[in-house]
């Protein structure tokens, strides 16, 4: 056999592939070393240059070290302190008081007038020095004539030196005296350097250059300057990889003779990180940058991801060809392999469709008219077929659009033809048994028959079996709660909830089974939530947590709609939110939907960890996942179905959104039709009342004020208040603020309870209660305004002025004071304040008039407590006493 001259071109081909992956696996190799050395040379030069402006910086502050020595320190021997103050801040601790420069001064431990004119000369020559800089600069120098430390800084050193001896700058401080009083104790040490340090308040970093300077006759001077760095490290070059040690393999005495030795440096592969490390000219110190490997392999692809990829690609490809040529079959084999491996292939196809052809559930048959022979046909289709015309069947087929029906063997089957789209003279026949499909779905309505009645069974049994369960458990409860005791207490509590969860689970099978059927009436949203209020209340209190009800309807609006069936999503939702949240508040909000009067919508908003989804997927259907808990129990697991069906049957539909360690927001909405408000002039409950309200909190102010409005009063706030307006009423949420008679306003109050004479406390979240309290001190300010301008049974004040003969001095002089009691009190001047109601009180008490006296000495002890409203409330009562006498 002559071998063909191409039989060769596949080996060629395999080779060339195999020859070019070996190049590209060497490409990426260079490619990956020249990145690498690349990045550690640059890296290199960065460091070299960190430890040039290091030596620069040394440098520059070893000159700086010797003229405040030479020049300052020392031309300042004698006393000569004179107009220099000092500030005692602590124990030892002075502070220098010099106008406001760059630089701040503290002298540690007993020292005279000499040290204190050095601290403020070498502050102002600091000042000039570090004019300019804005990371943090310091210097300290301990003192040889008498052992003082002097700490001048540009931080803020009299805020920072509050509690010195537990603050950071303290502890600062008392190593620096060490390791000053360490080197001045070192004879062989005139000048050191620390590691590198970091300040942890400014997140910068330096180290400390200690200089010693001998003086015969005393102890050591020592001055040591902290030098930042946090300006001489190139970006992108974290400061907490860098130290600053001691050089060991450095000649101490060459590097002094040749400071412009050739820069050196060492690159260390330890374990996984690198080191490069650099000495800096002078100081026996180097500069060593570590850095982990990650590092450097993140940097050098980043660099040649591009090429790199490329490389890859190309690798890729490579491989492909490799193993494609490699693994060709046949090309050994001759011209005979190809129709072989078709044929097979057609082989393996045929078996395929013959056995999708058997599996059919329905009688295929594909008829060649023609040659009048069958092509394809399965089982079924076998079986019928000599039973079967197919020439009538296809005139007759082609009469009833394609489709006809046929008795054999008293079996009704229905035949559908199709005309071939490739042959167009083969047809094909598809056969369906329709006995056996009137068979399939006469169980399948059995099925769904025997279905509904085991729900309707289901339905009659959760109904039957809350029932049988509802009896014995409120007798159980009944039973506890007559006991009496702790114990009993927490036995009537569980039974309470085991009542709630049967009324609940029978008003899930009613929604269930579409049986419920709601109550529409006419109701106010404000008498449902007062309603709400005291229920909650208590768990809200056992977990200490803040309610807040925001209503933002127009007071005295009628909803029509289900009371009850609203009543129990905002008590069940609210219950939720009280498990859920362990510390902060849950808010009530409620408001009308822009885009239609009659939807409301309420928000319940907490500051829980938030609920998890697999607890919101219980919305679809009750008890599916697991729930939250806290130690008083579980949150419901039927509560968010339940609720949603509920807004369901009120036309709308319940929303939960919940973040992480944020808190969760339950949305729900319903359709509620507002009644139509016919206008009337009548007087509201609180015209023409005016109402101070001293308000810390923005939320409950706000809340407070709707109310109060809405009931037409007017409301102002003691920054609004004019010096000589009156008010009615005070509210305040403050107890330390309600001295005299007002309502002081909170979340945890039941209702209403009374706390002092004219004095309430009441919950501002109960409209309710709210009114009752504003009425209830009305009607007190009112008896007491009656029992004052009654007249006693003997003679009247009045006569009693005019009788005493001093009624013209105390029309001169009475007034004047009480206008001066205006102004004062308008200029917050409390001790003149004081004055001249001491003045008044003793004018009342030498005229007899009790009322006045007493006035005063309220008053008195309100200017003594600094209380701004209720001053100016009494101020306006003594005015018009001293009217009514006039």
């Known amino acids: 056999m002559i071998p063909n001259k191409f039989s060769l071109i596949p080996g060629s081909i395999t080779r060339f592939f195999l020859l070019m992956i070996i190049v590209l696996l060497v490409t990426m190799g260079v490619m990956i070393q020249s990145a690498v050395n690349a990045w550690l040379k640059d890296r290199s030069y960065q460091i070299v240059d960190v430890t040039h402006a290091l030596h620069k910086r040394i440098d520059t502050w070893r000159y700086a070290t010797w003229q405040i020595y030479d020049n300052i320190a020392a031309s300042s021997t004698s006393a000569s302190g004179d107009g220099l103050q000092e500030t005692r801040l602590k124990q030892d601790v002075y502070y220098l008081e010099k106008p406001r420069r760059k630089t701040e001064a503290l002298i540690f431990g007993s020292h005279d007038s000499a040290t204190l004119d050095i ?39 009299k805020d920072l030196s509050s509690g010195f001896k537990e603050s950071t700058i303290g502890n600062i401080v008392d190593s620096r005296r060490a390791e000053m009083l360490q080197q001045a104790n070192t004879l062989d040490e005139r000048e050191t350097f620390s590691s590198l340090r970091r300040l942890a308040w400014q997140n910068g970093y330096y180290f400390t250059l200690r200089t010693t300077f001998n003086q015969p006759g005393h102890l050591a001077t020592v001055v040591a300057f902290d030098l930042p760095i946090n300006d001489l490290i190139p970006p992108g070059m974290m400061l907490d990889s860098f130290r600053l040690e001691q050089d060991l393999t450095q000649n101490t005495a060459a590097r002094n003779q040749d400071k412009e030795a050739a820069d050196s440096v060492s690159i260390n592969f330890n374990s996984s990180r690198i080191e490069i490390s650099s000495s800096v000219n002078t100081t026996g110190m180097r500069l060593v940058w570590q850095v982990p490997f990650g590092t450097l392999l993140l940097d050098t692809l980043q660099n040649i991801l591009l090429p790199l990829l490329l490389n890859i690609g190309l690798l890729a490809l490579a491989l492909f060809g490799f193993t494609t040529f490699r693994n060709q079959p046949g090309r050994h084999q001759g011209d005979a392999t190809p129709p072989v491996a078709a044929s097979s ?91 056996r499909e009137v068979l399939v ?47 009993a207490l927490k036995l009537a509590n569980h039974a309470d909830m085991l009542v709630r969860l049967v009324d609940e689970i029978q008003l899930a099978n009613l929604l269930e089974n579409d049986s419920w059927k709601g109550n529409a009436t006419l109701f106010t949203i404000q008498d449902l939530i007062d309603e709400v209020v005291p229920d909650v209340l208590p768990v809200i209190k056992r977990k200490g947590l803040q309610l807040l009800i925001n209503n933002s309807l127009p007071a005295n609006e009628q909803r ?31 408001s009308t939907d822009e885009s239609a009067e009659d939807r409301l919508t309420f928000r319940i908003l907490d500051t829980g960890d938030g609920v998890s989804n ?94 109060l409005e809405n009931w037409g009063a007017t409301c102002i706030s ?15 949420d403050n107890p330390s603020n309600l001295t005299a008679s007002g309502l002081l306003l909170s979340d945890d109050e039941a209702g209403i309870r009374k706390i002092g004479p004219g004095q309430l406390r009441v919950n501002f979240n109960m409209s309710n209660a709210m009114q009752e309290a504003v009425l209830q001190l009305i009607e007190e300010q009112l008896a007491q305004d009656e029992i004052v301008e ?18 013209a001095l105390f029309v001169d002089t009475v007034p004047d004071d009480v206008q ?24 009342f008490a030498m005229l007899n008039l009790v009322p006045g006296k007493q006035l005063c000495e309220t008053l008195e002890h309100l200017i003594r407590e600094k209380d701004a409203p209720g001053t100016e409330k009494y101020i306006s009562d003594i005015d018009v006493y001293v009217k009514s006498l006039l």
């Not at 197919?390 to 054999?408: E, K, W, Y």
């Not at 129990?568 to 909000?589: F, M, N």
């Not at 001066?820 to 003793?842: M, V």
């Open 441 to 487: 779905n006469k169980k399948l309505k059995q099925a769904q028959r025997l279905y509904e009645k085991n729900q309707q069974g289901r339905a009659t049994f959760m109904q039957n079996i809350g029932e049988a369960l509802k009896e014995p458990v409120r007798s159980l409860a009944t039973e506890a709660a007559a006991i009496g005791g702790d114990e």
């Open 614 to 707: 697999s607890e919101i997927d219980n919305l679809h259907f009750p008890f599916l996942n697991d729930t939250q808990s806290d130690r008083y129990g579980k949150a419901n697991a039927l509560t968010f179905w339940l609720c949603d069906q509920l807004a369901r049957k009120l036309g709308g539909h319940l929303n939960i959104k919940s973040r992480e360690t944020l808190g969760t927001r339950y949305s729900v909405h319903v359709k509620m039709a507002p009644r139509a408000q016919v206008m009337e002039s009548e007087e509201r409950l609180l015209d023409d009342v005016v109402v101070m309200t001293d308000i810390t909190s923005s939320e409950i102010r706000t809340i407070v004020v709707r109310q």
């Open 820 to 843: 001066r009691l205006y102004t004062e009190s308008s200029a917050h001047d409390f001790a003149a304040l004081a004055q001249t109601a001491h003045r008044l009180k003793g004018v």
């Open 119 to 157: 601290t403020q000369k070498m502050s102002s020559y600091l000042d000039t020095l570090w004019g300019a800089e804005v990371v943090p600069w310091s210097m300290y120098y301990l003192n040889g004539q008498d052992n003082s430390l002097i700490l001048i800084s540009t931080l803020p050193l």
């Open 345 to 435: 292939e057609m082989r393996a196809l045929k078996a395929i469709n013959e056995e999708i052809v058997s599996l059919l559930p329905l009688g295929l048959l594909v008829h060649d008219q023609e040659s009048n022979r069958t092509i394809i046909s399965n089982k079924i289709a076998d079986h019928l077929l000599p039973h079967l015309n197919l020439q009538n069947i296809t005139s007759m087929a082609d009469q009833h659009q394609g489709v006809i029906q046929a008795t054999i063997n008293n079996e009704l089957y229905e035949i559908r033809q199709f005309r071939s789209q490739v042959a167009p003279r083969t047809q094909i026949f598809i056969i369906r048994d329709q006995d």
């Open 560 to 590: 029509h709609g289900d009371r009850d069936a609203l009543r129990r999503i905002l008590l069940l939702l609210i219950q939720y939110a009280v498990t859920t949240t362990q510390i902060g508040k849950i808010t009530l909000e409620v």
């Open 790 to 807: 009654a007249p006693p049974a003997g003679v009247s004040e009045n006569a009693e002025l005019h009788a005493s003969g001093y009624y």
């Open 718 to 732: 003691p920054d609004e208040r004019l010096v000589s307006q009156d008010y009615d009423l005070f509210l305040t």
